[in-house]
């Protein structure tokens, strides 16, 4: 199963004059979440974060980590996600989000070659160092797998400058310090992360963590190229929200995106 590419889709959102939205689902949330990704990609999705169920989400806040609880709980493990993966017909670029325990346990040659075949074309490994992740990046872009690094507010010049020449897909600037989760207000180092990462990449600037509705997501638009939603939406979803519903808070956030409006 061959996906879509990954920074060359986000490159040509941006070419077009249009801001990337990408939200996130935990694979195996419900019996239904491939019904949850279907429902955000047609309602604007521009490539969508599928993460991988783990027993210590490290990175991740407390939504994110229930809703991990819950995959695990119903049986769901790497394999039964990229199984369900393989069998939808998705017209954006998946994304995984996973740890590196699950890379090394299977090996880098196999994993990247598991998440190809179900269709996925990029990843992000927030725990992977960058000093230890060049056997990963390589064995990933041999199979046309592009690997997404993260930035912090707090990162030196010099490593931000390394973080954007080796990441691929896209350069994912983390609004804060702390786990992801939804916040009442955007923190102030987004747009000064945002501004830092653009003024030495032409690759693709995502920012995430810690955007809960449409309005922040128009504010953390304004210096970058796009914005990752995950919480919040899996706090709808873990609450009994339907696709369609799920679905419609994608569509809110995609208009407010495409007005421009805060």
């Known amino acids: 199963m061959k996906g879509v590419p990954l920074e060359a889709t986000l490159r040509a959102r941006r070419d077009e004059g249009r801001k990337s939205l990408v939200p996130y689902v935990t694979g195996g949330l419900r019996e239904d979440w491939p019904q949850l990704l279907l429902a955000m990609a047609d309602r604007g999705a521009d490539a969508i974060e599928v993460g991988l169920p783990f027993s210590d989400p490290m990175m991740d806040g407390p939504t994110i980590q229930e809703a991990s609880r819950l995959a695990l709980e119903r049986g769901t493990n790497t394999g039964t996600v990229l199984a369900e993966l393989r069998g939808l017909d998705v017209p954006v670029p998946l994304v995984v989000m996973t740890y590196c325990n699950l890379v090394f346990r299977a090996g880098t040659k196999r994993f990247a070659a598991e998440l190809a075949a ?16 060049e056997e990963w990046e390589a064995d990933a872009a041999a199979e046309g797998v592009e690997t997404v690094l993260l930035a912090a507010p707090v990162t030196p010049a010099a490593r931000l400058d390394l973080i954007c ?43 995430g963590f810690g955007i809960s509705g449409p309005d922040q997501a128009v504010e953390a638009t304004r210096f970058s190229d796009g914005v990752v939603v995950a919480s919040a939406l899996m706090r709808a979803a873990i609450d009994g929200a339907t696709p369609e519903q799920v679905g419609e808070l994608v569509g809110a956030i995609r208009a407010a995106i495409d007005e421009g409006r805060a």
Do not use: C, W
């Open 165 to 207: 020449r080796r990441s691929h897909g896209f350069v994912y600037g983390v609004n804060l310090m702390g786990v992801t989760g939804a916040r009442a207000n955007l923190a102030l180092s987004s747009a000064v992360l945002a501004q830092r990462l653009k003024a030495v990449t032409t690759k693709p600037v995502l920012m």
């Open 118 to 133: 179900a269709g996925v074309t990029g990843a992000i490994v927030p725990d992977l160092p960058l000093e230890e992740s």
